[in-house]
């Protein structure tokens, strides 16, 4: 079962009794004031909103990002009119008045009225703790966020915002925690469309619920606020009937290549979709905003990542640890199966499944993406890096005891998977196992691997047949390289990788 969070030390009582306090002054407030909507669009003093009046002042003071919201309790739990009550209803029908202020090192850095909303799928009703919206609007106050309060202003302005509970937990009993965080930074690293993230603490009505992450709302009908910030425009196809006729285009191919499908979809980002998915060991996968560029007339069909928090942690246990779990299994497609996704215009499995089959090009085209991705993005030294920030993170937020257990799994995980995915790849792409590359001497900028920067130790691993590309820094004294033992003089060396191989630079 999923333990009830456990407030920072020393706040269970006070916090019991400013709730108390409150819901009595709220109680009052609404007799004395019969328009809050309009009282919430005034302009008023930051502190004196009963988020700010109510947010613990120890945990403020501690410096980390932290967000209260305050609502009346009926608004959640009323049965006829609380959203909470009635957790599974949506709608503009089902969004209540409420008060927002967020801090960050001791400051209260925004505050304002906003309407609150339920979020989520299955969540709303198999988690104790709910996620919300945030809807910004002038009836209730401010209609955005501050410029650059948030993601360091990438997708300013915002006027929407998911309060997304943190906790998932997998079959076994571990809670894991931010694991659409981690899973972004890995997909964004990979170089696919993610949305941005901050994790806070979360107290609703003065009752801390625990660690929660903010993230921009990602969706099909994306808005133009969170697409001009990105793309420079807003001139993008997201709707249903665009969605079929691209499904039927892709029904009508008499061959599924690459160059044909190239002409619609952008298959650098359906790849490095792919690539993410299976690296973070993702099930349900196909989510995310599918989207159209029509300002240019080549413009082609692409992908945003979303709502990857089956990651990680193989959730349905299809393997005997989770970074052995085979994620091109679940994304592609398998004969006598139902399709994959969960929308029958989806196209990304059929149209990978095939190219990896069928498409001698495309397979030599997904082995350049992965080798890249794996030798120079998803280095050991970033995988450790994301790791442990959010486990000093999730310390610092105030997870404690089981709600840390996960993370022995997570770093196993990080540490092993580059090795599992690299070993299944070849399965799939019915490779004869790969070859390591080890390269020394090129640090301090006195060369690149695969136009890289390295570091004085490179090493890397390369499907059978594949090019290796060394450049020394001419300016740097460079004298010869040393392969296997054999000295070879050249600037540039290329070479085709049918074995181990071991090279070294030299300089002056």
Known sequence: ??????PPAGLVGRTVAVAAAFAVATLIAAWLDPFPRLRFAIQRTPGDLPSSVIAPADQIALGQPLLSIHIPPDSLYDPDTGIIANVQARGRDWERPASVSYYTDGQLRFASGAGLRVHGGLTRTMSAKKSFRLYFRREYG???IWSGLLFDGAVDPIRRLVVHNDVREDTTGHIWHFINPLAYDITRRIGAHVPHTQPVQLFLNGGWQGVYVLTEHVRDNMIPELLVPRFGHAEFAADNRSYRELSAWVGGLD????????????????????????FCGTEDAFQGAQLLDRSDPEGRWFWINWDMDHSFMDYNQRAAVPWEHDAFET??????????????????SRLLTTMLAEDAAYRDYFKRIFTETMNHRLTADFLRERFDHYAELGRRLGLRGVDLDYLPLLE???DRRPAIVREQAEVYLNTDPSHRVTVRGLGGGRGHVDGHPVGDTFSGYYFPGM???????PD???RYWRVDGSAVNAVELRWEVNADLDVEAFFE
Do not use: H, K, Q, Y
């Open 1 to 6: 079962m999923t333990p009830s969070p456990r």
């Open 331 to 348: 994304t592609l497609e398998r004969a006598g199966e139902p399709a994959r996704g969960w929308r029958d215009t989806e196209v990304r």
């Open 142 to 144: 401010a209609d955005r």
């Open 255 to 278: 061959e599924i290549r690459m160059d044909r499908v190239a002409e619609r979809i952008d298959i650098e980002n359906l790849t490095r979709w792919f690539l993410a998915v299976v």
């Open 467 to 473: 090019i290796v590309t060394l450049s020394a820094n």
């Open 412 to 414: 196993t995980f990080v």
């Open 476 to 478: 740097g004294g460079f």
